[in-house]
């Protein structure tokens, strides 16, 4: 199998799309999608974002934020077809943030079974948390300035996160 990335504009990818087998075009969503660790959907649960490398020590991402679920919600979502400048990387902020808005799309000329994805949506309650703060950082992740996205990250703030992306806490 090969697998095919669809376009993220991020370097984190939402969805992987594998093909199906070699004489059928059909491609199909794969596990990356779904959540990795049921853990991430109970309340009380302490989970963490990370992305940015491994950081100062081998464990360790460079940037995350942490907190403790409070909900869990499923929603349905349509994948449309990412246009196709979405296939260089953002220029700045804001084209990051037009892109991730419109979340998860799948690449031109690709065919899936159903173009209907759920997605588990998580609430959590920020507690800590790391971004960077250098200006070549501002298009190439969710974490910027002490925001995830658009949203200013506070200690007891809320926020909605694809479940996808988070994992527990290290014990």
Known sequence: MKPLQLLSGVGL??????????????????????????????????????????????????????????????????????????????????????????MPCIQPGARLPSNQIELALVEITVRKWETPWDRVSESSGRLYRGHYLDRALTDGGRLWIDGALLKPCAP
Do not use: H
Request: proline share 3%; charged share 25%.
């Open 13 to 102: 990818c939402l969805v992987v799309l594998s093909v199906a087998n070699a004489q059928d075009s059909t491609m199909q969503l794969s596990e990356a999608l779904s959540v990795r660790d049921p853990k991430v959907l109970k309340s009380g649960q302490c989970v963490r974002y990370e992305e940015g490398g491994k950081g100062f020590s081998e464990n360790s991402s460079s940037f995350w934020l942490e907190g403790q679920v409070i909900a869990t919600r499923y929603e349905t979502r349509t994948l449309a077809t990412c246009p196709l400048e979405w296939t260089k990387s953002p220029g700045n902020r804001e084209e990051l943030l037009r892109r991730e808005a419109v």
